[in-house]
């Protein structure tokens, strides 16, 4: 699932080990505290979760083929699912320019109005940093309040983008802001995409906002901690890996043969705490394809022949977990641990098992013999660098590192993206 090729030329893309220096500071009493982590925990259950917010904030990303990691932009998440117009091709230059291609206005031409009636003009995906995939509560009211300036901004925002392109009010309407002449049927009054409102009403959600707002006091209090979680001594936070290769597929023909074949896999694993306990959710998927032919030649009394082959993977699991971090000479240490005594959980030597991988083969004068399985297991976290570091504030760890190989696999057109993010913190500690 790891590597389709032995040789690969390997890019260190980016690797960062970051510690905040300042202590924790929260005004907020245990009960305003208290108030403040359930009312937003309320927000987070519907934002990451809705469709027209986390397709937005990561969940889509339409300059790739099939969802996963995009090897001309390592920044981005993993997407969760295809793009519904298919790929979009995009000028290098504007990656690397931050430039938002011109070309999704092509079918998103029908936002709302801005909040003074004129048109919105641009359409795009949020930035990776404000990205809700895979995050859980904690981490993503963290980033809230970081990127927001005040409670005032984090309201106008929900309400429509305080003012600038409407994206909040174009969710709630739930078309994705695609183009009526495009996509609906004036003869039938019926879409061809039909629209898909969010599952509570504008109101509603602006409400949420502002009971958070106001379990706060009415405004943002204290650091970027302050009314997203309780105090703790143990530590909190994520750690999110993702490998995902892709990109190894070709067809190769000759006189009276042809050669097809293609494979994908991703795998992920994100550890979510809360005070040292908390759960590590496993997600694996891949799949390979080849199919052969050859042409027949009566007069050698030789058959024409085709065969195919496939191997499709895929498993999920989640599962308790313990977590610490260690400090030792000036160094940080991260060790985690599942707890899996007295689960239900099929295991081997302690790894457990999470999926199936099936295999078949198939040709044109035999059939398909009967399909082979295998158990798949949950990887193990790979030791890279920000699962240790050095460790310049006790209370807070984070670090990413993110490793591209290409060249890979039959075609040697393969990309291998492996990432890997650690954010942890703690309330204190002497």
Not at 53 to 82: E, M, Q, R, W, Y
Not at 158 to 165: E, P, R, V
Not at 215 to 228: H, I, L, N, T, V
Not at 409 to 416: A, C, F, L, P
């Amino acid at each position: 699932m790891r590597v389709l090729a032995v040789s690969a030329t390997i890019v260190l893309v980016l690797v960062t080990v970051r510690t905040t220096g300042h202590a924790a500071s929260c005004p907020l009493t245990e009960a305003q505290s208290q108030k403040s982590v359930a009312a937003f925990g309320k927000i987070a259950s519907f934002v990451l979760s809705e469709p027209r917010c986390v397709n937005c904030h990561g969940g889509v990303n339409p300059f790739i083929k099939i969802p996963g990691l995009d090897s001309a932009d390592t920044n981005l998440p993993a997407s969760l699912v295809p793009h519904g117009g298919g790929l979009v091709l995009r000028d290098p230059s504007d990656v690397k320019n931050g430039t938002i291609p011109s070309t999704c206005m092509d079918c998103h031409n029908h936002m709302a109005n801005k909040r003074d009636g004129s048109p919105t003009k641009q359409w795009m995906t949020a930035a990776p940093f404000h990205n809700f995939v895979d995050k859980d509560a904690t981490t993503l009211c963290r980033q809230f309040k970081k990127s927001l300036a005040s409670a005032e901004e984090f309201l106008g925002h929900i309400k429509d983008d305080n003012g600038g392109n409407n994206f909040a009010q174009t969710a709630f309407n739930g078309d994705r802001g695609l183009d009526p002449d495009q996509y609906q049927d004036p003869g039938n009054k019926g879409s061809f995409i039909p629209a898909q409102p969010p599952s509570i009403t504008k109101d509603a959600f602006l409400k949420l906002g502002q009971d958070w707002i106001g379990a706060m006091g009415g405004k943002f209090q204290g650091d970027e901690s302050c009314g997203c979680e309780l105090k703790h001594d143990k530590w909190s936070g994520m750690i999110r890996y993702v490998i995902d290769t892709k990109g190894d597929e070709g067809h190769e023909k000759g006189p009276g043969w042809s050669h097809d074949w293609s494979s994908a896999s991703t795998t992920k694993i994100t550890i979510s705490l809360t005070n040292g306990v908390g759960t590590a959710q496993y997600s694996v998927q891949g799949g390979q394809q080849t199919v052969n032919w050859r042409a027949g030649k009566p007069e050698w009394h030789i058959v024409e022949a085709k065969s195919t082959a496939e191997i499709k993977t895929s498993g999920q699991g989640k599962f308790p977990v313990m977590a610490d971090v260690v400090i030792s000479q000036g160094m940080y240490h991260i060790f985690h641990q599942l707890q899996l005594a007295g689960l239900p959980v099929k295991s081997v030597a302690g790894n457990p098992i999470i999926g199936q991988q099936h295999m078949e083969n198939c040709d044109n004068q035999h059939g398909c013999t009967g399909a082979d399985t295998a158990d798949v297991y949950a990887p193990q976290l790979p030791p890279l660098a920000p699962m240790q570091g050095k460790a310049q504030d006790p209370n807070h760890v984070f670090g990413t590192i993110t490793l591209k190989k290409d060249g890979l696999g039959m075609s040697r057109k393969g990309v291998s993206i492996e990432t890997m993010t650690v954010d942890l913190w703690r309330s204190g500690s002497n």
